[in-house]
């Protein structure tokens, strides 16, 4: 197992990115700041972590000291099965980049939907009907919800890590404290929008967001495209067009959104057959531009960074108020947003995006509101 970055103090709490590559990385900016901002021992760690080691990588993450990671590419689909328990959002969208190491079992949750939702509110798209992990609520309130927290709902992975299922007892004695779990959970109920106690995970989408009389035309059909999907069909978007070199891919993806969604689903292969709607979101969620670690990896990230997912001539028939968003953050301008800004459309990064899924992975691994500002001053 390799690691790129790591703190053995015994002393500190540890928490840290799992994937290949992860030097590229800007979550150890922003995580460390809020723990020291909100006073918690704790270290934000980056963990290369080959294919071969990726078992043993998750299982350390039961140490005492360990309040979990995030998970990046490759592993976003890989580590389901290696966890005791899967948020219902996490399950539907198929992809995991939060686990939360809570009284001896391994949580995984998707928190790039919600936080994909967050930043395009933050920028002026859509609407946020209610206020989620910025919650005001006490400090000891959030703790006592999280340590009581029970796992109704939420979607068990049997056959994950081994002997897991030795711990009913201890399941069973934790359910007994039901009285008090239910009183603190229903004070901070709206405070943890991602935890699935009562299998509501995709509802909080649902109730907390509105995009209805958009148009989404989505960059890509894969993992990362699948959690913006289940994101804006459950926020109620008119319309989405999945643009995907493999139609197939993007045909198997709209047909899951459908059997949910009374949202229109088009596919196409070519984005030169692309129509343009009033109120359009284009989003990049392709690896296209992306700056990796390593020298042949940079040199190919290099010649594709000339290029873009959406060719300049299409891009030049969308309205004006039309917001391009690319979810890569390293380079913070891509091809795609450079043309996009020349054209006089709004061009966004995916730092907002980052910010916001890391703000809310904070809360779930420490039960407290994430401080977002301190966050957003050190990402920035």
């Not at 959030?142 to 711990?167: P, T, V």
Request: a negative charge.
């Amino acid at each position: 197992m390799e690691y790129e970055k790591q703190t053995d103090s015994p002393s500190l709490l540890r928490v840290g990115l799992i994937g290949d590559p992860v030097a590229h990385s800007y979550s150890p900016r922003f995580q460390q700041a809020a723990f020291d901002a909100r006073g918690i021992p704790a270290r934000y760690e980056l963990w290369r972590t080959g294919e071969d080691a990726l078992s043993a990588r998750i299982a350390s993450l039961l140490a005492p000291q360990s309040l979990g990671a995030n998970i990046t590419i490759p592993y976003k689909e890989a580590v389901l099965p290696l966890l005791d328990v899967v948020d219902p959002l996490a399950a539907r969208i198929g992809a995991v980049n939060t686990i939360v190491h809570r009284n001896e079992y391994l949580y995984g949750y998707n928190t790039d939907a919600p936080g994909l939702l967050h930043a395009l509110v933050e920028l002026g798209v859509g609407k946020l009907r209610e206020p989620q992990y910025l919650a005001t609520t006490r400090d000891d309130e959030l703790m006592s919800a999280r340590e009581g927290d029970d796992r109704d709902g939420a979607s068990a992975k049997g056959g994950g890590r081994d002997g897991a299922s030795a711990k009913g007892g201890d399941r069973d004695g934790a359910s007994a404290k039901g009285g008090d779990r239910d009183r603190a959970t229903a004070r901070v109920a709206r405070t943890f929008p991602l935890d699935g106690r009562d299998g509501r995970a995709l509802q909080d989408l649902k109730e907390s967001f509105s995009f209805e009389g958009y148009t989404v035309v989505l960059l890509g059909a894969g993992g990362a495209a699948r959690g913006a999907v289940f994101a804006l069909v459950n926020a109620s978007v008119e319309r989405l067009v999945i643009v995907n070199r493999n139609l197939e891919r993007a045909q198997r993806l709209a047909a899951e959104v459908q059997q949910e969604s009374n949202c229109q689903v088009f596919c196409l292969n070519d984005p030169k057959f692309l129509i343009p709607h009033p109120a359009t979101l284009v989003i990049n969620a392709t690896p296209l531009g992306m700056h990796v670690a390593g020298k042949q990896e940079q040199r190919e990230a290099e010649n594709a960074s000339t290029f873009s997912p959406l060719p300049a001539e299409v891009l030049a028939r969308f309205a004006p108020d039309t917001v391009v968003f690319d979810m890569i953050y390293n380079p913070t301008q891509t091809q795609l947003l450079c043309q996009a800004r020349i054209l006089g459309l709004r061009a966004v990064n995916g730092l907002p995006m980052l910010l916001h899924q890391g703000a809310l992975a904070f809360t779930l691994w420490t039960g407290q509101p994430a401080p977002l500002e301190v966050m957003r001053s050190a990402l920035l």
